[in-house]
């Protein structure tokens, strides 16, 4: 029932991250990928971090959010084929700035999401102790 109930949890996030994917894609262009990617990386920082802290939530949750929600959410593939399309249309030095916004600011995002995730499980954590 537990193995159910991970892999229905999966689902249900994965098809709501692959939705929110598409409509920023479709709203943002390359730059909603870039986007997407961004957030991505702090959300997932953020969830891991903070429920690694708060050690409240459920399997089910942490796998539908992580691999579901976010898994779905953010694409390297769509990441690669955007940079590919943007060759041919604009210069290098615009596939420079979208290469770099994206693995410099995939990472900070991840950094700060992590240590948000941290303080705000530790912080949650505390209030179920007292």
């Not at 949890?9 to 479709?26: D, N, V």
């Not at 399997?59 to 992580?66: I, R, Y």
């Not at 593939?77 to 693995?103: A, E, M, Q, R």
Request: glycine share 14%.
């Amino acid at each position: 029932m537990q193995n159910f109930k991970n892999i229905l949890s999966i689902a249900i996030f994965g098809f709501i991250g692959g939705i929110c994917r598409y409509l920023l894609g479709f709203f943002f262009d390359f730059n909603g990928t870039i986007l997407v990617n961004v957030v991505g990386c702090f959300l997932l920082a953020f969830l891991t971090y903070f429920m690694l802290e708060s050690e409240t939530p459920a399997t089910w949750l942490t796998l539908g959010l992580g691999t579901g929600f976010v898994g779905s959410f953010t694409t390297f593939s769509s990441f690669c084929l955007d940079t590919l399309k943007i060759i041919g249309i604009h210069n290098y030095g615009y596939v420079l700035i979208y290469l770099i916004i994206s693995v410099v600011g995939g990472y900070f995002s991840a950094f700060y999401g992590m240590k948000l995730g941290k303080f705000s499980g530790k912080k949650m954590k505390r209030r179920k102790d007292i």
